[in-house]
Structure formats: C-alpha cells, structure tokens
C-alpha cells in the first residue's frame, strides 16, 4: 500500500504542502473562533450601559467550558471518529465545517440580538441567564464541528505525509492554529472596544465560511489521489478497512493511554488558562485593557515560530518523547510562578515567553507520535477518543476556575492564587505521565525517540 502511495500526487512536494496550507487555514478559521470571546471576558462582565452584557466570571466559564458539552455527554466526537474511519477525510471534513459555521452563527446571533434576561434553571448549571445558556448552546454545536475538524485534519496529515516530513508538516499545522489563536487573542477586544461586542464573532463567521470553501478545493485534490491509488471515493483495500474489532489492540495498548492522558493533563492547564488570561493581566498585572490580549498572544505567536522547529527537529533527529517531559517541565513551572504574588507586567511577558516554549515542544512531539502507535486504519476513532478525554478537561476546568475566581472576588479585586495553583497541579500530572511515556517508549519500543524520517 506504501510503495503505491509513492507513486502518486502525495509524493509531488507541491501537491502534499498545498494540501498543508489548505487544511491549516481551514484549521486555523475554527481557532479564531474558539478563542475570540476570550479576550472579551472583561466586556461580556461590565453593565449593559457600558458596552457589556454584565455576565459574571462563572457564567463566563460555563461558557468557556461548553464547546465540550456535546462531545463529552453525547459521545460526539467518538461518532466523529467513527464516520471519519468509515466514510473517510473529504465528508468528515465537510460535515465539520458545516458545524463550526452553524455553531458560530449561533453564537454571534445569541450576543447580537437577545437579552441577558431572564435568568433560566439549567441542569447540572444551575440558575444562569438565557444569553449565557444560548449562547453555551451554539458554542457546544460549534465544539462538534471544531473537535471533528481536528481529527480529520490531522488524519489528512498523516495520509499525505506518511513517511516524509510529518513531525514538521504537523507542527507548521500547529503553527497556522496558533496564528488563529494569536489573532484572536490580539484583535478581539481592540476591535469590540471600537466597534461594539458583536463584530470579533462575526469575523469569526466569516473565516469559518472562507475555511469551509477551502476544505471543498482540497477535496477534489483528494479525490485525485484515490483514483490514482486505485480506489473509488471512500473504498478501501480489506485489509486497511476499519473494523471494531481491531481497536481492542488500541485499547490495551498502554503507550496509547498515556498520550491520552498527557493530552488531557497539558490542554487542560494550558487552553483554559488563556480563557482566563485577558482579565489576569488587566487584574493582576495592571495592565491596560486595549493591550491585555497581546501579552498572551506572545504564546501562540512564539508557537507558531518553534513548533515547525521542534517538529522537524522530531523528523531528522527523534527524542520525541524527551521533547514531551520537557515541555510538561516548563509548563508546570511557569504556572506556579504565576501563582507567586509578583505583579510586574515584564514578569508577565518572561513568563508568557517560556509558556509558548512549552506550548511549542510538546504538540510538536504529541501528535506526530500518535501515528507510531496506533495503525493507520484505527487512526481517526483513535484521534477521537484522545479528543474525547481532553474534552472533558476543557469542559470541567473553565467551569472550576469561573467558580473558584468567583469565590475570590471582593468588589473589582480578583485573587488568581487559587486558580493558578490548580493549573499548577493539573501540570504535575502532565510530568508524571510524560516521563512514563518515555519509560514505556524504551520498554515497548514504539519508535518516539527515533526520527520520522525514513532514511
């Protein structure tokens, strides 16, 4: 099956890195959206007659944490992996961003045109404001769409870069997502603050819609590339079919474990921390307001230059495994000093600075070492339960951390000791099982210390 594939447009440079480009941008669309609102956690809390929607930071982690709702409770982003093994990368792909575009309407009509009265009994919520609960509603249709988009992304990687420079072509993959979550970070409350609340999500519509027109021109590239295997549409050889029965050789595989729990451990400290980021260096750090989204910026924006690094670094040179402790080190390290009381706002950049080192060498390791352990036909069912698990990290963290600054607020005086911390604790846990996926590695001998590269 391999040596066929080499002989086909996949192995043409200009044909697999114009796939790249063009599934990364669709990628990144939904990363502008998934961290638009963030930044304008300090307008959704002010009063209506000042430009906000008065939300409280509880409410506000509802929603943070609602984009998971779905895949957590309705099992979403295992059915995404399922059609994905089944039905293949071109209808996932569509049927995904579909989703991210309905689910982003919703969220930008919710803000636009309805009132945050009156106050609604959700279950397992509580009572919170009908703005609050629509809004969480759109946002978790449009995590179904965002979660499945990943996974298919990132099985189109596989398949076009099996064998060449896939560390690389990944973490360029998470460079382009990184740039999505920079400019949101950067540009969503500038521009709220000058032309109203509602117009960061309806940019976010529109890229979502340019990314979805983008993923259809890639479809007939990869379309081209079944029939030259071959193949007709989604049919494949009997032997690369996916079938339940084999994932129980994924599934007692520990090494896939705790890449599973890794991701779980390293997302879930690091993405809800950039929710909550804004409003730490206005309240923390004094920093002022235009400016407080460009200081975590610096995160993805110092992604976006070391992943593609680190990636091919992984490629020609291995230690991918080495690169994931590392990483789970600065992680872990950097949050509990942000937990210090230390409010200099050149601390803060120092600090944001070692954290995009970190956001950087892990993912660029993660995701490219998937593929060593788990076989090419379980692929996306896989991607779709490490999803899974970290969904249910991103779903509870927010709603904790809303719930915890809630309780620490005095008057406009927030206390992040607490929250800090536990993103702090949440890191330690990504050590511990790094380093066990580096003894495991050496036990089982998956490959994560070799290069990807084929020589």
Not at 277 to 305: C, Q, R, W
Not at 320 to 330: C, D, E, K, N, R
Request: glycine share 10%; hydrophobic share 50%.
């Amino acid at each position: 099956m391999r040596e066929k594939v080499k002989e086909t447009i996949a192995n043409k440079a200009w044909a697999r890195w114009t796939v790249l480009a063009i599934v990364s941008f669709t990628m990144m669309a939904g990363y502008v959206v998934a961290k638009e609102m963030s930044p304008l956690q300090f307008m959704l809390e002010k009063a209506t007659q000042d430009g906000g929607v008065g939300w409280t930071s509880g409410e506000f982690g509802i929603f943070a944490g609602s984009r998971g709702f779905f895949n957590v409770f309705l099992l979403m982003l295992f059915v995404g992996g399922i059609i994905l093994d089944k039905m293949g990368v071109r209808f996932t792909g569509i049927l995904s961003c579909v989703l991210m575009l309905t689910g982003a309407a919703a969220v930008y009509g919710v803000i636009t045109y309805t009132s945050p009265e009156p106050m609604w009994n959700v279950p397992l919520l509580g009572s919170i404001k009908r703005q609050v609960a629509l809004a969480a509603l759109g946002f978790a249709f449009f995590g179904i769409g965002y979660e499945i988009c990943g996974i298919t992304v990132s099985k189109v990687v596989v398949r076009w870069f099996s064998g060449k420079e896939m560390a690389l072509a990944m973490g360029l993959q998470v460079a382009m997502a990184r740039l999505g979550t920079a400019l949101a970070l950067n540009f969503s409350l500038p521009i709220a603050l000058n032309w109203g609340l509602p117009k960061p999500l309806l940019i976010g519509v529109f890229c979502v819609g340019v990314g979805l027109i983008a993923y259809l021109y890639y479809c007939t590239m990869d379309r081209r590339l079944d029939k030259e295997l071959g193949q007709q549409d989604t049919t494949q050889d009997d032997d690369e079919k996916f079938h339940f029965s084999d994932m129980k050789i994924t599934i007692k595989n520990p090494g896939f474990w705790l890449i599973t729990l890794l991701c779980l451990f390293y997302y879930s400290a690091l993405y809800p921390f950039l929710d909550f980021a804004t409003k730490l260096m206005i309240s923390k750090f004094g920093v002022e307001a235009e400016l407080a989204g460009a200081i975590p910026s610096i995160l993805p924006y110092t992604s976006i230059v070391l992943t593609p690094l680190f990636g091919a670094w992984f490629d020609n040179k291995g230690r991918g495994a080495t690169m994931m402790v590392i990483g789970s080190v600065l992680l872990t390290i950097t949050l509990f000093v942000f937990a210090m009381p230390l409010n200099s706002s050149w601390i803060a950049v120092t600090l944001m600075c070692v954290l995009g080192i970190a956001f950087s060498l892990l993912p660029a390791a993660l995701w490219p070492a998937v593929p060593k352990i788990v076989p090419m036909k379980q692929l996306g069912t896989s991607y779709s339960i490490i999803y899974y698990i970290q969904n249910i990290g991103l779903m509870l963290i927010p709603v904790l951390i809303g719930k915890v600054l809630e309780r620490n607020t005095i008057g406009e005086q927030v206390d992040y000791t607490h929250s800090l911390i536990i993103f702090g604790v949440i890191g330690v846990g990504a050590i511990v099982t790094s380093t066990l996926l580096l003894w495991m590695d050496r036990r089982r001998h998956y490959g994560l210390e070799s290069p990807n590269i084929n020589s």
